[in-house]
């Protein structure tokens, strides 16, 4: 029989939030030009300015997607590459977003996907906000052994608390 994993420390966890988290900047014209080239999505909403500001939106905005990816490190953050030279470290961390970490003994990470629930696109120049949540932790035993999954909620918003994207995001341990 396979070792539990979900301990009633772990499921204490369930439920608890953080945020919201202010993204250190607001969202720029530069950023939502890349992120539109590397998604190879050409819609003029993302970066002609005289037509977007005749149109519907009123200006150049984000892709939806856009929103997690304006969570990049701040100046004055520690780069996580200075952890290379760590026994064991291999890039992965199990920082949920600033939550309380999950304290398992299996030593590998994977993605086990995302979902998205879309409510607008961002707006050059909008501040964004992030609220996690730990949704659920539960474990399965699969051929390889036990797998802890850890589902998180990211609900990203602008000032006013106005709803951009809601992200699920699933993550295995094993």
């Known amino acids: 029989m396979p070792e539990n994993h ?35 999505d050409p819609a003029r909403r993302y970066w002609d300015e005289e037509w977007a500001k005749s149109s519907r939106y009123g200006g150049v905005v984000a892709p939806p997607a856009f929103p997690p990816l304006a969570f990049r490190r701040a100046p004055d953050e520690a780069d996580p590459l200075d952890r290379m030279g760590e026994p064991g470290f ?32 961002a707006r050059v120049g909008e501040r964004i906000y992030r609220s996690s949540t730990y949704r659920d932790i539960y474990q399965r035993n699969g051929r390889s052994g036990p797998m802890v999954f850890v589902v998180v909620s990211d609900m990203y918003t602008t000032d006013g608390n106005v709803p951009l994207v809601n992200m699920t995001t699933t993550t295995i341990l094993r």
């Open 6 to 40: 979900i301990t009633e420390e772990i499921k204490a966890l369930i439920g608890t939030r953080n945020g919201p988290v202010l993204a250190f900047h607001p969202v720029e014209a530069s950023e939502v030009r890349r992120f539109h080239q590397a998604i190879m």
């Open 90 to 121: 291999d890039g992965n961390t199990r920082n949920f977003r600033g939550l309380p970490p999950v304290k398992v003994s299996l030593p590998r990470l994977m993605n086990g996907g995302y979902e998205y629930e879309f409510f607008r696109y």
